[in-house]
């Protein structure tokens, strides 16, 4: 792969990621908003008894902070860019909640939210630039630069049935728009080409998925998790830029949910 290649990819994987997490990435702290959550048809560990929300000032204890997480940065994530409800649109009404946990709004029944931005740890790099670096090189100071998975987290407390019930809308919906659908915001459109389950644990019940986008042709794999703890729901939503370029795999960031659900517990 030549460095101009190199570039090529970078800012395609780049244009993919902002296209989704721009907006998300910003979200409101400890505000009202809306999340999602329960597992489709029901599980066997959902609450016997409605659920007591967390109060704000408890579920921001229970929420990540710099240190709960080995080999990455928790910071609070700001207002600037928050995402009311009515701001997502999709053109299949089906895939709302899907659209709303990409980008961290909370569902019907929400009392309290916080968010955070998780992200890894930048590796020791050269000091050579792209355009000094033989092709080999710069293909490789491409993984190591762009090889970093950040991860945006809203916590959301909900009072009574309402958890497990947000957690079940978001698992059919992902199932019902895994061929893909698209969702608008502020003007802007962003096409999921499609939605496929993946493995993950934690909880009393949780559940996630690879999102694969689609701009122009190209395509860039995020990483939606859901997860469950009595009334209070999590939902992650991953994008790695080297992934996007096609040129590592990353995986469900499953350090940051255990350390989520460590918290929960």
């Excluded at 929300?53 to 902070?65: C, F, S, W």
Aim: glycine share 10%; hydrophobic share 45%.
């Amino acid at each position: 792969m030549s460095s101009t290649a190199v570039r090529r990819t970078a800012l395609a994987a780049s244009a993919a990621a902002l296209a989704l997490l721009a907006t998300a990435c910003g979200g409101t702290s400890d505000a009202d908003k809306k999340d999602d959550k329960d597992a489709a048809g029901g599980s066997s560990s959902a609450p016997k008894a409605p659920a007591k929300a967390l109060t704000a000032a408890e579920l921001e204890k229970a929420t990540l902070a710099q240190g709960d997480v080995k080999g990455r940065k928790v910071t609070k994530a700001g207002p600037a860019d928050e995402v009311p409800a009515d701001g997502v649109t999709v053109d299949k009404e089906a895939c709302l909640p899907v659209a709303h946990a990409m980008y961290g709004v909370a569902q019907k029944g929400s009392v309290a939210t916080t968010k955070r931005k998780v992200i890894d740890e930048p590796k020791a790099g050269g000091k050579k630039s792209l355009e000094d670096l033989a092709d080999g090189e710069a293909e490789d100071a491409f993984k190591d630069a762009f090889d970093l998975t950040s991860t945006f987290v809203a916590l959301n407390s909900y009072e009574g049935t309402a958890g497990p019930d947000a957690f079940a809308a978001l698992k059919k919906a992902a199932a019902d728009c895994a061929g893909g659908f698209t969702a608008t915001v502020a003007g802007t459109p962003t096409k999921v080409a499609s939605i496929a389950e993946e493995k993950v644990t934690g909880g009393d019940e949780a559940a996630a998925w690879t999102v694969t986008s689609e701009d122009d042709g190209d395509k860039a794999p995020f990483k939606l998790v859901a997860l469950r703890n009595e009334g209070a729901v999590a939902t992650f939503f991953s994008f790695n830029l080297a992934a996007a370029g096609g040129d590592v795999k990353f995986e469900v960031p499953a350090e940051v949910v255990a350390a989520q659900d460590k918290k929960l517990a």
